[in-house]
Every structure is written in structure tokens, then in C-alpha cells.
């Protein structure tokens, strides 16, 4: 529904990158990575961070960047597994590990996640721009196994920024994907 | 905003790394990047050479040695070292400080030896390692030595580090037999840097303090012990000595004002946390 | 035309249609557009809050790696005229007899003789990268001349003080005011006086997307294509156009996936010009996306506002006169006139019966960033001066506070209410409908407050200190002149809907269809919302002000109606029926009493142009524009309950509701959700939030490590009510919602905190509610 938009990007098979410009002045690197299970060569300048690695040089656009910093989590994703903020990280310290971003969650002709799903029936987003942060923030949480605590969950969900939600909605998705019960539900017992 | 253009590599062993900082380029290590990113985003520092350790295996172990201290490796990451059953249960005071740093993805990153050679002010990790009376392991293309806690941590963002040298380990001993810990941190959202925190390890012998190690830290300056405080403390019981505890705090602390907190606030909050932390920490003393 | 009873898509909490493709990672924002050879934008800003610009060199920047040109003030003074956002400044009549001053400031679009505030743009750079451009910032010489800077509003109203803005007679660009009755009379006879002053900080609107533009000249007309965060496309288009000296028609601006808005993207910027003119110039794709820093120091700051206050009241708390003389901090020149200054102005006295009023607003130029609307646009510091005052002087008669606002509350049996002043159109201000007593009552109940008194005083005694505070607003939302709808049948048999009001998150795709579904008579998912897209829709104004529900959302049921109109007309003409006899009902046509007879849009569309006779005007599509009679006043009522402790000046919610009324609501899932996102922010403000500068005018909390933005922790689940009072000042019945959430926290905080530390005897004058500032009050009330 909805006309936009009507090739899913990421999904031709495996990614071929840009390099860098010729005019870079910082060294090129040749990295090699798995970027949402699919292999990927490209050469890097050093000074490339990941977040434009992936958003410009292999068009992964799911990953967003709200600060360059650190502070705000948009631009979230998994590396080797574990949740970092990939403005904090060099595209060329990617070299010989495992990249998951956003993308990687439901391929085009699958279903939503159940993380995915639960921020839809919830309302957890509004103007979408957080929300791949707070998906791969907690898809790194998932990685763990098991149910987290209502704690765990709220630390999970403390380093990621929403300007749009406050927040409520957001929390509500995160419990019904981890299967949390509502903290009214909880305290009725 | 975007780094400065600077070289990258990433070292082949220790010996490579410390090889590359004893050059003449200007070279910073990084590890994780928790602290230096946002540095070089920012375009606060630029380096000519980035040397990455991240890949060396060699730095990368949370392991107790034979005398029973706990090594933790330069590319420890602060994830790592909480999920360690050993620090849990030999070194808590530790587990609460790094469970304190930041956010799960910073410590995803982050490493305890970064956070040791950075050394913010307002970071938990200097001040616990100052308490738990750490050795750190230092190597350069000259030799290797180790440094004390208490001597590393010279200033904001200073320590007794050298331009080539490499901080390649942390020891953290074992915490003497019976000793009560706190760590109590007070920072605006959870997750910040705290405005303010207090470490303390007390050793109790005959019903009094025996051993008092209280470190401050965001009260200006880098993490130190209150010496006097520590004195006040010892040869009494706590409850007792309060006022004078006080006292000597109060003579001690000159935070500044700055945009997260008052001095006045500062000082308040380090009293108040470090109160809290003995009236704890003799609690947990066997 | 849908009388707004229809009980189809109008009032359920539908999912939103814009979801799935954002959750996949497949939004379009703005830094996501595949443009190639597309080249990347930055600028060199000042260092200096103020200063003179005595010469700049760029020759070495022109040289470095990746360059592909440099603009400076010079090189663009002839060529583009600088930057005022008339529509904003533009007097209305009434208000003009008001003798108000509204200075025109016009922006330089890239400075030439003189910086007036840290951030300031002053020359452009544009290279392969976003990198190798930050790189050629740094070779820019600049030689300047530094001047005094003016920072403080109070001390820049003073006679000797230092000029912000050099050439101006003085440091005021906007002045107004306005009142009725007699207020020396009405505190001359008051029984209690109140006299205070209640300061908003400075906030930045910060969406976690920055502004952010990408142009082209297209390579076929040359006309231009801009591609742009704004939350008012139509007036980018003119502003572009105009500037550069290119035909309206030539330029064509869209705005894509927005990253959030709040006011911050609803003004322009020069940037905004300068980029659309750079792709001219040079032919090329131009792209520039704002930093985090750029964002925080150098976009549209809000808020800082000081209100000197008295409030007079008789014996039993009936409010008799209000005076308020308001300083409003423009930053370094007057970019929006009366709005803000205005908006505060004429929503300071609320749903309170007060006939004796003296109001006035002066804006005053800083050496700091411009500032502009920001969720509440006014409001948020208006209701805090006026709230704040409410429970002083409820203090003062030794009152509740909630029993002070009661007995001054217009009654819902007084609606239209006229309060006698004038609105921001400059036409006698009307409330259309409302029940404030009825508000007041559910949030009391919602907090308990007499049982809460009871354990209050319990918690007193064990040395806890726990408070209750209120704030209520209104909202004259449903800004006009107008909005537009055009919608058409598409050949493949969907509806398209085009509008000038683009979504930055409110859901307008879901909303706008629930309303033409409704109107036309189709299915929710036959619809595509095309919003924003200047080439659509020749007019519009755009999304701000809570007015994109009312104004397009009324445009859309005209324009659905219309349409309806169109197809039954042609569908009774093929299928040889009276157009009486003909129903359009999920998408399908039929002639009532003969269900077999059928006929798709699709079918229709295809088979109209080969229909011979009939009326000559063919074709499946209606424009309609929306021009709103008056406001439709929306409101709402905030209290919460608050957990304060003096030893840490840490502050804990421990409940928060929100009663608000907004007319009928479409979506009400949607809604609840903009109250809620409203209140996050007003957290923020409330407790962490402050853009500050040091005493030279060097922004220090220039990052998200010092500007600090509320988490998780920080919003509590916040619990809601509603009330229904349907506007009648348009057909749906609706009102406005989008910003109300962000009006009542600072008020509805303060006042619970003041409450909470009533032994202390501290007085909360301004935020935010940081433990230092708790530890100050706790410590020198």
C-alpha cells in the first residue's frame, strides 16, 4: 500500500560500493565484511566513519545519523552481534566481522518481525527516524536470549533518543516484543 | 561533523603498536573509541596516525592470575568484564562502577583501559581503580613498566602516560579478606556522566575501621582520595565520626561551577553519596 | 460532502499506512535520496557573537582537494536578495492599529560587513564530500573586528546599551500592546496583588533529524528541484524563487520523509536559499545536511522568554485585573515578527474571566541566535507566567490552587466567549467551545487530590516532600489564511490526495485518508497521500501552528465531497441512471436498488474519455481550498504529582495526566500519541533542557553531551482523558492537537515542585528543574 517507493534497497543480492573519492587525502583500505549475511569488499579511506559507509557507499539508508557523537543512538546497529553506535566507528575497524543493520531484520518479501510488528500495532513511532536505532538497539538485546527484566529492558532502551513519541509507545513495543507484561497489568496482580 | 584526514593502522602486535607511537608521527591509540571518536568527530584532536589495537587477541583477556588478581587486557570491553562471573563475585565494586558507564552500547565498545587512559573527570573508572588499589601495565618501544593507581591519574584528561607509551594492562588484586565496598554515582539522566561519585573500600578490625580508601570523583580535578577524611575515618566506627568525616570533605572539595552543576550541588552530593557509601560499605564488612 | 457524522474511518484508532516501509529501513529522508554526482555543502560560520567582517580570503579553500567552489558574501550580495519570511512579518490590519513595531531585519544570505551571533553563515563551501568540505572551512581566512555583543534581553533594552544589530536606532525589533478595562482601577481595588517574574529558558526544537536540502537544476527546463525537511514546501517555493529571480512556476520544492519538525524546519533559513541557488549557478546536484552542532548553535533557538506579571484578585479569588510586560529574546535580528510575542500575548490570560487587561510585548535583539516557533510558539511560556501567578496568588489567599482556577474559569454556557481582545488575525479573539470547569474536575479526580493532601501531609512528617501542580491552556489552533486538497482518480483506479501540508511524523498519511475515505466513499487502502510536493498543489501554507488537521483536513472533506460530485455525475451518465440514484461506497459505484449494476473507478476513469455528450468538463479531480472562519479553540489541563529531594535535587514523576479537548478526533490513537510526544518535550524543557551561552556570547551547550534531551527514564506513562467539544467553526468539528502536549509541563512542574517544597518557602521563577536549581530553592528560597 502506498506507492512510494518500489524497489527495496539492499535487496540485489550482494552490494557492490562506491570508493572513496580520488581526491580523499587519508589512506585507502581494502575491508572485507558480511553486511546482513550477504559478503562485501570495498575500499575505505581511514577517516570514513560506518555510519556513511553504509548509508552512502553501499546505500544501506536504514541507519541514520542524528548526532556524530554518540549520544543519540539513531544510527545503532550490530557488530559481531552486540549493539554500537556506528558514528562512533571506523567503516575500516569493520574489517572481518559481521554487520547487521535494519535492513537485515525482515527481507523484502518477508514479514515484519516481531519487533518490527509490535512497534506498528503500538504506535512506538511517529516520524520514523529513531525508530532502526531502537529496533537494532533491542535486536542486540534479543541476541542475548531469553526474557530480559523490565530493568534490562528500560537500560536497553536509555541510550536511544526519540523526539517525536515521548517515549510511552515506544516502551509498550519493546514489552510486547519481549514479552513483557504492562507494568498496570503487573501491579493489578 | 567529519575527522580531520589521518592515517590508520591497525597493529600487528603489541611490539608493532608501541613501535608506531615511539615515531614521529603524531599517533593516538584506539580500542574501542568510545572516548576518541567523538573527539576526532568533533575535530578536537587530530591525529596524524590512528593506531588500532582492537585486533590484538594478546590484550583482549579478563583473566585471574595466579596470585589471584584480576587482569584485565587493554581491549577488554566493559561488556566483557561485567559478564565475567569472577568480577562479580571477587571484585563487586568493580562490576557496579562499569554496570554505571554509560549506556550497553558504549560498553559494548568501550574498554576499561581506554576509560583508564582517557581519564575524565567525571568517569567511574579511575576513581575504582584508584580504590581497588589497580596496577597498570605500560609498555613502549623503550621498556615496561608498571605505574600505581594512585599516581596514574594525574589530571582532566591527564595521566602518567607518555606520548609513546601504550597502557596494556590493568590489575585489579584481590580486595582484602572481609573488606566492605560502595560505589555510588549521582548523574542527571541515567547513563550521563555522573556529576558526581564516590568509591569507597573499608576494612573493619575490632569493630573499627582499620582501612578506609574513599575516592571522589567529578568534584573537580581528577579522581582523588580524601585523605583526611580517610584519616577522620579511621581507628573509629562511622556513625561516630560522622560530623568530622563531614568536616574534612567539606575542606577538602573545591568543585567549580559549570553548566551540568552548581559547586554548591557538587559538594552537597559528594558529602551526601560519600556518607551513604561508608554507612554501606561497613554494612558489607565482615 | 460528509456532514462529519459519517461513521466510517472518522474516529478509529487506525495503524498507520506510513509504517511498514520505515521499520524496514526504507524511508526516504532527505540525506537518503540517490543523487548522482551529487556534491556536498558546508559553510564557514562565525566565531564571534558579534563583530565586524574586515576581509575574507578563499582563494586557498578553492585550491584544496575535492573543491568544486566557493561562495562568500560577496560573490552572492548581487546576486541573491536576502532573506525575509514576509509571510510571518506581515501586520494584519487590526493588529496594525495597534501602532505595534515590527522592525524588517532582512538576513544577509551570507555575510558581508558584519556577524551578529556565534554561527552565523559567511561563506560556502562545496566539495566531493561533507569531509573534504570540512576539510576547505579550515584554510577560509577571515580577518575580523570583534564588537560589543549584547546578551542579556533586560540589559539590551537599556538606553546606553551596546546595538546587537549595527545601522538600528536600538535593540527592539518587535513591540505591541494591547488590553481592555482599566487595570489601575482593578488592582486599585483588589483584596490580594500578586507581582512577579516567571522566566522560560532558551530550547532548541532539535528533532533527531537536522535540516537538511538537496537541489537540482533539472537537466530538461532548468528549472529547479529542491528536495527539503521544510514543514512549509509552498513558501520555500516562493522564497527560492524570488530570491534567485526565477519564475514560481520554475521551481519546484518536495518535501520528502521528515525527521520531525516542531517549528524548527517551519522557518526559513538563508541556507535554504543558498543551496537552491548554488545547484543554479552551477548546474550541478547540491546536497546539504546540518550537523548535530549546526543544528544546536545555528538553527532556530525558542523560548526564552521573561514575563513580569500581576495578577489582582478580590477577596474570594475572582481575578480583576492582569498586567504582564513580556520580554521576548529575538536572537540577532527580528525573523518572524509578532508571532511568537504575539501568540504569548494573546494566550496569556487563558480560559480565565479577567476584564481588566494591560498587555505587552517587546521583542529584543541579542547577539545569539535567531529564534523562532517551537511547539507552543508562546504558549508554553505564556501559561507558565500565567500559571505560575495562579498559585501565588492562591498562596496568597491561603487557597487551593485548583479551587483559584475554578472560580475564574470561562463556563462552557458562556461559549462563543469574546475576551475582548484582539487575535492574532487582529479580529475580536473568540473562543469557539470549550469545557474548562468539566476538565478541571476529571483531573482532579484523575490526581485525587484530597486524598493526596491527606498524604502529603503524612509524607511531611517522614520527611518526604510530595507536590501537586496544574496547568491549563487553550489553543487558538487552525491557523489560516487557508489550506488546499486536490484529489483525482488515478488511471489505474486509486485515489491520489495532494496537499500542502507535509508530515514530519504526525501520520497525515493515515489521518488525511481516514478523512477522504470517508468524504469520497472509498476504501482506506485506495488511497495514496501525496503531501507537500509544491508541483501538486499550486498553493498551500503548510504544516505549523496545529493547524494542518483543521485547514487540510476540512480542504480534504470539500475536496471528497466534490469529487464524489464528479463520479456520480459521470457514472449516472454511462450507466443511463439518475445521478439521485447513485452511491459511491468502498470504491465501488452502484445505483441503489440494483446491486448488480457495478462500476469501478478504475472502469470509470478509463471509459470517461470516450464518453461522448454529457457536460464537457471531464475529468476525476477536485482542488478545494479551506479558509478557516475563525480558531478553533482546542485546550488542555496538565497535573502531576511530583516526588522532591532536597538533598540531591533529584525530582521524580510520579503521576501525569493530561485532560485535553480537541474537537472530534480522526484517529484517537494518533492523537493520544501527539498529546504524549508534546509532553516528552515539555519534560525536557521542564527538567534538563537549556540552550546556554558564556558571557562572550560562545554557546556552551553546543552538543548533545551539554544540551540535554529527555530519555526514556524521564517521561512517565502518562495517563489521559479527553473531552469532546466539536468546533463549530468547520464542518468536521475538529481542533488542532498538535502541540498542546508541550504547553503544560513547565507550569504543571513548577507549580508541583513549589508545592512539594512549601516548607522551605521556595518559589519557583523559571527553569529548568535541574537538582541544582532544586538544590538553590531548597537551599536560598
Known amino acids: 500500500m502506498g506507492a512510494l517507493r518500489m524497489s527495496f534497497r539492499g535487496s540485489e543480492g550482494p552490494i557492490h560500493p562506491t570508493t572513496p573519492p580520488l581526491s580523499e587525502p587519508s589512506g585507502w583500505h581494502d575491508i572485507s565484511l558480511t553486511v546482513n549475511g550477504e559478503p562485501v569488499s570495498a575500499q575505505v579511506e581511514s577517516r570514513l566513519l560506518l555510519t556513511d559507509f553504509l548509508r552512502h557507499r553501499l546505500r544501506l539508508t536504514g541507519t541514520h545519523v542524528g548526532c556524530e557523537q554518540g549520544s543519540c543512538g539513531a544510527c545503532s546497529v550490530l557488530l559481531d552481534g552486540v549493539a554500537v553506535r556506528s558514528c562512533l566507528t571506523l567503516a575500516v575497524q569493520a574489517n572481518g566481522r559481521d554487520l547487521r543493520t535494519v535492513e537485515g531484520l525482515a527481507g523484502p518479501d518477508e514479514p515484519l518481525t516481531t519487533l518490527q510488528q509490535a512497534f506498528h500495532e503500538q504506535h512506538g513511532m511517529q516520524c520514523g527516524f529513531c525508530t532502526p536505532g531502537f529496533l537494532m538497539s533491542l535486536a542486540g538485546l534479543a541476541e542475548h536470549g531469553g526474557t530480559p527484566s523490565s530493568d534490562e529492558l528500560d537500560e536497553h532502551l536509555a541510550g536511544n533518543f526519540c523526539r517525536c513519541t515521548g517515549y510511552v509507545n515506544i516502551r509498550k513495543a519493546a514489552r510486547q516484543a519481549f514479552g513483557l507484561p504492562d507494568p498496570e497489568e503487573a501491579s493489578r496482580d | 561533523m567529519k575527522p580531520a584526514p589521518f592515517d590508520y593502522v591497525a597493529a600487528r602486535s603489541v611490539e608493532h603498536a608501541v613501535e608506531l607511537l615511539a615515531g614521529d608521527t603524531d599517533a593516538k591509540v584506539i580500542a574501542g573509541g568510545q572516548s576518541l571518536m567523538p573527539v576526532l568527530n568533533m575535530r578536537l584532536g587530530r591525529p596524524e596516525l590512528v593506531v588500532d589495537i582492537g585486533r590484538l587477541d594478546v590484550l583482549n583477556h579478563v583473566r585471574i592470575s595466579d ?125 550521563d556522566f555522573a556529576t558526581v561519585g564516590a568509591a569507597v573500600q573499608l576494612v573493619r578490625r575490632d569493630g573499627v575501621v582499620a582501612d578506609a580508601r574513599l575516592v571522589l570523583f567529578g568534584v573537580g580535578g581528577s579522581a582523588t582520595r580524601a585523605h583526611s577524611a580517610e584519616e577522620a575515618l579511621t581507628g573509629s566506627s562511622p556513625s561516630r565520626v560522622e560530623d568530622q568525616v563531614r568536616a574534612q570533605l567539606e575542606a577538602e572539595l573545591d568543585p567549580a561551577d559549570d553548566v551540568h552543576a552548581s559547586a554548591g550541588l557538587r559538594r552537597d552530593l559528594a558529602e551526601k553519596l560519600t556518607i551513604d557509601a561508608i554507612a554501606e560499605a561497613w554494612a558489607r564488612c565482615a | 460532502m460528509t456532514d462529519g457524522n459519517s461513521s466510517g474511518f472518522f474516529g478509529r484508532s487506525l495503524a498507520r499506512v506510513e509504517d511498514d516501509r520505515l521499520l524496514r529501513g526504507q524511508g526516504c529522508f532527505v540525506d537518503d535520496l540517490d543523487i548522482p554526482n551529487v556534491v556536498d555543502i558546508a559553510f564557514v560560520r562565525s566565531p564571534y557573537a558579534h563583530a565586524r567582517v574586515l576581509s575574507i580570503d578563499v582563494t586557498a579553500a578553492r585550491t584544496m582537494p575535492g573543491v568544486v567552489a566557493v561562495y562568500d558574501g560577496a560573490s552572492v550580495v548581487d546576486r541573491i536578495k536576502p532573506l525575509t519570511n514576509s509571510e510571518e512579518l506581515r501586520v494584519p490590519e487590526g493588529i496594525a492599529a495597534l501602532n505595534p513595531v515590527v522592525k524588517i531585519q532582512p538576513a544577509p544570505i551570507l555575510a558581508v560587513d ?33 564588537l560589543p555583543a549584547v546578551l542579556d534581553m533586560e540589559a539590551a533594552l537599556e538606553p546606553d546599551a551596546p546595538l546587537a544589530l549595527q545601522g538600528e536606532a536600538d535593540n527592539i525589533g518587535v513591540y505591541v500592546r494591547h488590553g481592555i478595562g482599566d487595570v489601575p482601577a482593578g488592582i486599585a481595588a483588589a483584596a490580594a496583588v500578586v507581582e512577579e517574574t516567571f522566566a522560560t529558558q532558551r530550547y532548541v526544537a532539535a528533532p533527531i533529524e537536522t535540516r537538511g536540502m538537496v537541489a537540482q537544476s533539472d537537466p530538461f527546463t532548468g528549472g529547479l528541484m529542491v528536495w527539503s525537511t521544510t514543514q512549509t514546501p509552498h513558501r520555500v517555493r516562493d522564497h527560492v524563487a524570488e530570491s534567485i529571480g526565477l519564475s514560481v512556476d520554475e521551481v519546484r520544492v518536495q518535501s520528502v520523509d521528515v525527521g520531525g519538525g516542531f517549528g524548527q524546519k517551519g522557518i526559513l533559513v538563508v541556507e535554504e536559499l543558498l543551496v537552491p541557488f548554488a545547484a543554479h549557478d552551477m548546474g550541478r546536484a547540491v546536497r546539504w545536511i546540518a550537523d548535530r552542532h549546526e543544528n544546536l548553535t545555528a538553527d532556530a533557538h525558542a523560548r526564552e ?67 523562532s516557533p517551537y511547539r507552543g510558539a508562546g504558549r508554553p511560556e505564556a501559561t507558565f507566567a500565567m500559571e505560575r501567578a495562579m498559585d501565588r496568588l492562591a498562596a496568597k489567599l491561603q487557597m487551593e490552587p485548583a479551587e483559584l482556577r475554578e472560580r475564574n474559569l470561562i463556563r462552557p454556557d458562556e461559549m462563543p466567549y469574546r475576551t475582548g481582545l484582539l487575535d492574532r488575525r487582529g479580529l475580536p479573539q473568540e473562543f469557539d467551545s470549550g469545557d474548562y470547569p468539566e476538565m478541571l474536575s476529571r483531573a482532579i479526580d484523575m490526581v485525587g487530590l484530597s486524598e493526596f493532601r491527606q498524604k502529603q501531609e503524612l509524607a511531611r512528617h517522614e520527611g518526604r516532600h510530595l507536590g501537586v501542580g496544574f496547568a491549563l491552556y487553550l489553543e487558538m489552533t487552525g491557523l489560516g489564511p487557508f489550506e488546499g486538497a486536490r484529489v483525482e482518480v488515478m488511471p489505474s483506479g486509486r485515489v491520489r490526495l495532494y496537499t500542502g501540508a507535509p508530515s514530519q511524523g504526525q501520520g497525515h498519511r493515515t489521518v488525511f485518508a481516514q478523512l477522504l475515505a470517508d468524504a469520497l466513499g472509498v476504501n482506506l487502502t485506495d488511497i495514496d497521500v501525496v503531501a507537500g510536493d509544491t508541483a501538486s498543489i499550486p498553493y498551500g501554507v503548510g504544516t505549523i501552528a496545529s493547524r494542518a488537521l483543521v485547514t487540510a483536513g476540512n480542504a480534504i472533506n470539500q475536496a471528497g465531497g466534490l469529487l464524489k460530485q464528479r463520479v456520480l455525475t459521470h457514472a449516472a451518465e454511462f450507466l443511463e441512471a439518475e445521478v439521485a440514484d447513485m452511491q459511491l461506497e468502498g470504491g465501488r459505484i452502484s445505483v441503489k436498488g440494483t446491486p448488480a449494476v457495478q462500476l469501478s473507478l478504475a472502469e470509470l476513469i478509463r471509459i470517461i474519455p470516450k464518453l461522448a455528450g454529457g457536460s464537457g468538463s471531464d475529468g476525476l479531480s477536485e482542488t478545494s481550498y479551506f479558509q478557516p472562519p475563525n480558531y478553533a ?32 478526533i480522526v484517529n484517537p490513537m494518533i492523537a493520544d500519541a501527539q498529546v504524549v510526544g508534546g509532553v516528552g518535550q515539555g519534560i525536557g524543557g521542564a527538567l534538563s533542557e537549556h540552550m546556554q551561552y558564556d558571557d562572550q556570547g560562545q554557546p556552551i551547550t553546543s552538543t548533545f553531551m551539554d544540551y540535554l534531551m529527555p530519555v526514556s527514564s524521564m517521561v512517565p506513562d502518562i495517563r489521559l482523558d479527553e473531552i469532546v467539544c466539536p468546533s463549530p467553526t468547520n464542518q468536521l468539528g475538529v481542533k488542532g492537537l498538535g502541540e498542546g502536549g508541550a504547553v503544560g509541563p513547565p507550569a504543571a512542574l513548577a507549580n508541583a515542585v513549589e508545592d512539594a517544597l512549601q516548607p522551605f518557602d521556595a518559589i519557583v521563577r523559571s527553569g529548568p528543574l535541574s537538582p541544582s536549581r532544586i538544590r538553590d530553592l531548597v537551599r536560598d528560597p
Open chain 2, 67 to 191: 596470585s589471584g588478581a584480576l587482569l584485565v587486557g587493554a581491549t577488554a570491553t566493559q561488556a566483557q568484564v561485567l559478564a565475567h562471573p569472577d568480577v562479580n563475585r571477587g571484585w563487586p565494586l568493580l562490576a557496579t562502577a562499569v554496570a554505571n558507564i554509560g549506556h550497553p552500547q558504549i560498553r559494548n565498545r568501550g574498554t576499561i583501559c581506554g576509560s583508564l587512559a582517557h581519564n575524565d573527570p567525571a568517569a567511574e573508572l579511575p576513581a575504582t581503580a584508584i580504590v581497588l588499589d589497580a596496577t597498570l601495565r605500560i609498555q613502549s618501544s623503550r621498556r615496561i613498566r608498571t605505574v600505581p593507581a594512585e599516581q596514574m591519574f594525574v589530571g582532566p584528561f591527564m595521566t602518567a602516560l607518555a606520548p609513546d607509551e601504550l597502557l596494556v594492562e590493568a590489575e585489579f588484586p584481590p580486595p582484602p579478606a572481609g573488606a566492605g565496598w560502595s560505589f555510588r554515582e549521582f548523574a542527571t539522566r541515567p547513563g
Open chain 3, 305 to 371: 522568554q521573561v514575563h513580569h506579571i500581576t495578577l489582582a484578585a478580590d477577596a474570594d479569588g475572582y481575578l480583576l485585573a492582569v498586567k504582564d510586560r513580556i520580554v521576548v529574546n529575538l536572537g540577532c535580528r527580528n525573523m518572524v515578527g509578532l508571532v511568537v510575542p504575539y501568540n504569548a500575548l494573546c494566550h496569556l490570560i487563558g480560559p480565565y474571566k479577567v476584564r481588566n487587561v494591560d498587555l505587552e510585548a517587546t521583542g529584543v535583539l541579542t547577539n545569539t541566535t535567531f529564534t
Open chain 3, 633 to 664: 479553540t482546542a485546550s488542555g489541563l496538565h497535573a502531576t504529582i511530583v516526588e522532591v529531594d532536597p538533598a540531591t535535587g533529584r525530582l521524580d514523576i510520579l503521576d501525569y495526566v493530561v485532560v485535553h479537548e480537541a474537537g472530534r
Open chain 3, 114 to 146: 558584519e556577524v551578529n551571533y556565534v554561527g552565523q553563515p559567511i561563506a560556502m563551501i562545496v566539495a566531493e564530500t561533507r569531509y573534504l568540505a570540512e576539510d576547505a572551512l579550515e584554510v577560509i581566512e577571515v580577518e575580523y573586528e570583534t
